[in-house]
C-alpha cells in the first residue's frame, strides 16, 4: 500500500511543469512569408543554429507557399496570423472561422498550428472561444521594439537587448531588410549573454506553462 502511495507521489512530482536552468527568448516574425526577406532570415537563423516562430498571413501563403514549407521543414514553429490580416476582434464568428481555415488549408502538410497571434493583437470575447474550439492559445509579446515604424536596425536591436529577460516574447516582422539585420545583431549580442533562442512553444515548456487553448499569453518570465 506505502508502496504504492510513494509511486503515485512520483508519477506526479513527474507530471508537474518545472521551470528550466538558463535564460531563454522567443524570437517571433509576423506577416511573412515574404521572400527574400525570408530567405535571408532562414539563411541567418541557420547559421546561428537558432529556432525562432512565424507568425504567416494567409495572403501571404498563398504566394510562397515554398518558403513556408522551408520554414517548416528547418524546425521553425509556425502560427495564424489570419488571412487578410484584418482586425479580428471586429469580425463575426462566421468571418472569424474563414480567416482561421482558410489560413491552415495553406499550411505546408503535417504542420500542427496550436498558436494564433491576432493582427495587432485585437481580440474579443468571440475570437477567445473560437480559438478555445480550435485548439489555439493566442500569443502577444512582452517586447516590442516597433520595428515596423522604426526602420533602423541599429535602434530596433538597442530596443531590445536593453530590456530583455528570461522568458520574454519579441515581437518583429518579416517584412524588411532592418528587421532581419536587427533580429541578427539581437541573436549575436543576447547569446554573449548566455540567453538561448526557442519557438514560443519550447519557451512555454522551458518555463513550466502549459498552453492552454484559448488563452492569451504575452511572455512567460517569472
Ligand atoms: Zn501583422
Not at 541557420?46 to 510562397?64: H, S
Not at 481555415?101 to 468571440?126: D, I, N, V, W, Y
Not at 522568458?167 to 539585420?181: F, P, R
Not at 487553448?213 to 511572455?219: F, L, V
Request: hydrophobic share 40%; net charge neutral.
Amino acid at each position: 500500500m506505502r508502496r504504492g502511495i510513494c509511486l503515485l507521489l512520483i508519477l506526479g512530482l513527474l507530471c508537474i511543469p518545472v521551470k528550466a536552468e538558463g535564460k531563454y527568448v522567443a524570437l517571433t516574425f509576423d506577416d511573412g512569408p515574404s521572400g527574400r526577406f525570408t530567405r535571408r532570415l532562414l539563411d541567418g537563423l541557420e547559421q546561428r543554429q537558432v529556432k525562432a516562430t512565424f507568425f504567416l498571413c494567409g495572403y501571404r501563403l498563398k504566394d510562397y507557399q515554398g518558403l513556408a514549407e522551408r520554414i517548416f521543414q528547418e524546425g521553425h514553429e509556425i502560427g495564424l496570423h489570419g488571412y487578410s490580416h484584418d482586425n479580428m476582434s471586429k469580425m463575426t464568428p462566421a468571418q472569424l472561422e474563414k480567416e482561421l481555415q482558410e489560413t491552415k488549408k495553406l499550411m505546408p502538410e503535417g504542420c500542427r498550428c496550436t498558436l494564433l497571434r491576432p493582427p495587432g493583437g485585437a481580440s474579443s470575447q468571440t475570437l477567445q472561444s473560437i480559438t478555445k474550439r480550435e485548439n489555439l492559445s493566442v500569443i502577444l509579446w512582452s517586447v516590442d521594439p516597433r520595428d515596423w515604424a522604426n526602420h533602423d536596425a541599429a535602434v530596433v536591436q538597442a530596443s531590445v537587448v536593453e530590456r530583455v529577460s528570461d522568458g520574454d516574447i519579441v515581437l518583429l516582422h518579416d517584412m524588411c531588410d532592418c528587421s532581419v539585420d536587427a533580429a541578427f545583431g539581437i541573436i549575436d549580442a543576447l547569446q554573449k549573454q548566455g540567453f538561448q533562442f526557442v519557438t514560443v512553444s519550447e519557451l512555454a515548456r522551458l518555463q513550466g506553462v502549459i498552453l492552454e487553448p484559448g488563452r492569451t499569453y504575452s511572455g512567460f518570465s517569472k
